[in-house]
């Protein structure tokens, strides 16, 4: 009974409304990420150095440093363009298994485990984003999106988790 009523109340994604916020806002314009992990590595110096972590190599300088940030913000840009526009997000399982996919790549990047709450600050950023700069969103639009964002991060964290048990790192 309770996984019944827990399936009724969990709010389902609006797929019209998440390509609405995509298409009509975030993508013609294409600074959404770039300003999301800027602001992110602006407050948050433990995320910055969590994003720079796999590519200490090539980030010696702070325009190097600058230069994989936004080169990170292209690819997750990607990751969304692909869910949203090749309509992976029309299929639940395909969605899941994407983003379970790339959680658990997650678990191959740095040496220290990523904290629950850098998951949560980047959910909150990115739509913190998304108010900000696209102001002509309803508010319906915003709600679909926010939803979409937990949905896509609580599988990441699901991959990540499930990886990091076979590779055990430190807090
Ligand atoms: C919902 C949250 C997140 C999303 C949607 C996301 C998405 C992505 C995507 C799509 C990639 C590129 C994968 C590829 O091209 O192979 C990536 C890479 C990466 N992400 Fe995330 N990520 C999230 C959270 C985090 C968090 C919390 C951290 C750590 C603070 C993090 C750190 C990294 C790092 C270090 C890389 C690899 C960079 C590189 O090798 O160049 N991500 N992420």
């Known amino acids: 009974m309770g996984l019944i009523l827990a399936y009724f109340r969990k709010p389902r994604l609006d797929l019209a409304r998440i390509r609405i916020v995509w298409c009509d ?18 407050r948050n110096e433990a995320i910055r150095a969590a994003m720079l972590s796999s590519n ?5 300088s702070e325009a190097e440093e600058d230069f994989v940030l936004s080169s990170l913000a292209d690819r997750i840009s990607t990751f969304f363009h692909n ?3 090749d309509d992976i997000i029309a299929n639940e399982e395909e969605l899941k ?12 990047y740095g040496k ?8 949560e600050e980047f959910t909150l950023t990115m739509m913190n984003v998304l108010e900000e700069i696209y102001p002509t969103t309803t508010k319906e639009e915003q709600k679909a999106w926010h939803v979409f964002l937990r949905y896509v991060n609580e599988n990441m964290l699901d991959g990540y988790h499930d990886a990091l048990t076979y590779n055990d790192k430190p807090t």
């Open 25 to 42: 806002h975030i993508c013609e314009e294409d600074e959404y990420f770039q300003k999301v992990i800027h602001r992110l590595c602006k």
């Open 56 to 60: 200490a190599q090539h980030a010696e």
């Open 83 to 85: 869910l949203i526009e």
């Open 97 to 108: 298994r994407c983003c379970y996919d790339i959680g658990r790549q997650h678990a191959a």
């Open 112 to 119: 220290k485990r990523f904290k629950i709450s850098f998951w």
